[in-house]
């Protein structure tokens, strides 16, 4: 790939504010990628959609994004019609698998259950684990970067994906180990990490995840970020 093609930024979007961060028995009734945005997740996605325009300087962006319901009016609560080239639907962005309905009961169960197993490496009963997401991650990017080779590529990259896919991308991106993904956090509701492309080419996130534990990076996981 040309280096000069590579885009300028890779913004990563968290989804608003969702009915099922307010109430988790949602799970029991709606299917997980029919959750909807919460009036205040259309809030969170106008307020992030401005930043964002500033950003991309009014420039055209190519999107990717989640299939799951709160991913898609995300997108649309933005408000940045104008500016996207072209937005593709992307399953391999979803949120993790956890169940079908799932039982909440259960759910806490094995919540607790992987905080003492591990987060990347649990798999939930009836879905994923998080390296199962890696995965998945890892072969978008694939063709994300042949993406890049287009006649039209864009400057501006926009995923609209979920928390643990956002952390998970940059962990293969950045090529983090296990054990420092284990500490990170997920940003908050519409929340955004970007990418930003440095004279070398490389790139840089204008800001790391939070660390819910302690533990401190290694030089090379340091230097993700400015």
């Known amino acids: 790939m040309g280096l000069s093609k590579r885009p300028l930024r890779i913004a990563l979007v968290r989804h608003g504010e969702s009915e099922a961060n307010l109430d988790k028995s949602i799970f029991e009734r709606v299917p997980d990628h029919a959750i909807p945005l919460t009036p205040h997740g259309w809030q969170q996605s106008a307020k992030t959609g401005a930043e964002?325009?500033?950003?991309?300087?009014?420039?055209?962006?190519?999107?990717?994004?989640?299939?799951?319901?709160?991913?898609?009016?995300?997108?649309?609560?933005?408000?940045?019609?104008?500016?996207?080239?072209?937005?593709?639907?992307?399953?391999?962005?979803?949120?993790?698998?956890?169940?079908?309905?799932?039982?909440?009961?259960?759910?806490?169960?094995?919540?607790?259950?992987?905080?003492?197993?591990?987060?990347?490496?649990?798999?939930?009963?009836?879905?994923?684990?998080?390296?199962?997401?890696?995965?998945?991650?890892?072969?978008?990017?694939?063709?994300?970067?042949?993406?890049?080779?287009?006649?039209?590529?864009?400057?501006?990259?926009?995923?609209?994906?979920?928390?643990?896919?956002?952390?998970?991308?940059?962990?293969?991106w950045f090529k983090w180990s296990v054990r420092f993904f284990e500490t990170l956090s997920n940003p908050d509701n519409?929340?955004?990490?970007?990418?930003?492309?440095?004279?070398d080419y490389r790139y840089k996130l204008d800001r790391p995840f939070d660390q819910w534990c302690d533990y401190t990076p290694t030089p090379r996981e340091r230097s993700a970020w400015l």
């Open 52 to 172: 964002l325009r500033e950003l991309f300087e009014n420039e055209p962006v190519r999107v990717y994004v989640s299939p799951y319901l709160r991913a898609l009016q995300t997108l649309e609560g933005l408000g940045i019609d104008d500016l996207v080239e072209t937005a593709r639907e992307e399953p391999r962005l979803r949120e993790q698998d956890w169940a079908n309905y799932q039982d909440t009961a259960d759910i806490l169960r094995q919540k607790e259950l992987r905080n003492s197993y591990g987060h990347f490496f649990y798999r939930f009963t009836h879905g994923e684990s998080g390296s199962d997401v890696y995965d998945r991650v890892s072969t978008f990017l694939e063709t994300m970067h042949r993406d890049f080779e287009s006649a039209d590529a864009p400057r501006n990259i926009l995923l609209v994906s979920h928390g643990l896919t956002m952390r998970l991308f940059c962990m293969r």
């Open 190 to 199: 519409a929340e955004t990490r970007v990418l930003l492309r440095q004279p």
